[in-house]
């Protein structure tokens, strides 16, 4: 846990350094008035943006945060303009919307899909996975807004799980999600599980062994690949 607790401080440096995130991001972070920019599985999610997103999509950012990192991304570099960004932390959405007045991108307060009106050719959500027990010996929950940002309930797929069950009415045919965790906190076995109970199926994966962050691109099962399981 020491060695854990080292890599984490000085990891947060990295992850809190405007510079770093200009030369990740394409675009200068406001003040880090919430804590470090981006984490393991940020990166990864803006790998996969400039794989699977072109300008002329619709793209949901679920969990924004309040640095709205990807949907910014996704506009200054990738030139999406039909951009949401979505945040069940008030505080967190309404820095978002203070700190980027100018860009287009509509940011709203919702938990999950609750105030999200339409449908999307992509949405994309670095997921709360963190375990509870977990989250709470490593430190990583300090305040009660740490828990609700990044804590995924007791085997980490609390949010996950109702992430997939109502994302089908907000995806356009042929849409695509891009579901990020890291494995290091939630396990390989249960984010599997509850995608395969879910209406969707992995169509790629994009997982970095070092970071143990992991993208899963999710297309919703039809009717005759449920009844080939
Ligand atoms: C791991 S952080 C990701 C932040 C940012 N998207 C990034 O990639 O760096 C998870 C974010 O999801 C938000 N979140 C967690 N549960 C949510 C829910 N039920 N509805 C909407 N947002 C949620 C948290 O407040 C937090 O900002």
Redesign the pocket.
Known sequence: MKLYSLYLKYVSHLRSNPAIFRWLYGFTPPQTLWGQY??W??VT?RNCLRRYLKPEMTLL?????PYA??SRFAKEKLHCNAITG????HE?IEYAKETDPDSGIEYVH???FENIGGKFDLIIF???YIESEKGTLRGLFPTELDR???CGGKDGAA?VVRFLRDAPKYLELEGKLLLGVNHYHISREVTQSVIFKSGFKTVAMHDNPLTRSCVYVLKERKWRDVTSV
């Open positions: 981006w984490d599985t940020t999610l950012d679920m969990g924004c945060g990192v990807l979505a945040d069940h932390c967190l919702s938990d999950l670095n997921a709360p609700k940002r990044f949010t």
